[in-house]
């Protein structure tokens, strides 16, 4: 590689000027209207594809989230069927009550699952269903032997809740029948 020594450079750039040519290059470095808006495209072309995946990833993350909230109830379940069975035959609860699974008088005599109004569980003592609504409206269940349903958003009140249960507006569960 060549060395360049700037005062050639300048002395040649003189020269030029001299002459009456003007330099074609300036002696700092240019930046032109061009450069400017090629950097403002490209950073807002940048900035449209973050916010396009920021606003998709929110609700995707809001409905996992429903989701893992009936894994836990699931493993609640699990636990106070597991303490309940000492006789050989085990019952299940529901979400409140005095031995429900967010007070202590389960038969863990623990508090299983935080209190949660995004969370409702319907329980016989044989089986139980336990329902789940996303920030996006959609509405997600479990039951007993694990098999899970998604329900689309609006659909909580066309029925897939048991009758006297709807979600209000904050997307909490409301028991009318207490």
Known sequence: MKNFNSTKIAARVSEIRSKGFRATVAEHGVIDLASIMVGVIIVGILS??????????????????A???????????????S??????AGTFVELYGTDGLT?????????????????????DGVTYTAYSVS??????????????AEF??????????????TVDADGNFVDARV
């Not at 989701?67 to 069927?81: D, F, G, P």
């Not at 958003?153 to 249960?165: S, Y």
């Open 48 to 65: 449209a594809g973050i916010v396009a995946t920021v606003f998709a990833l929110i609700p995707f993350t809001q409905d996992k989230a």
């Open 67 to 81: 989701e893992q909230a009936l894994s836990a109830v699931s493993t609640a379940e699990s636990v106070q069927y």
């Open 83 to 88: 303490f309940s069975s000492g006789d050989g």
């Open 103 to 123: 007070t202590a008088g389960n038969a863990a005599d623990e508090i299983l699952l935080q209190d949660s109004k995004q969370i409702f569980v319907e329980s």
């Open 135 to 148: 920030p996006t409206g959609n509405l997600y269940t479990i039951d007993n032997s694990g098999a899970t």
């Open 152 to 165: 689309a958003a609006g659909t909580a009140a066309d029925g897939a809740l048991p009758t006297g249960v």
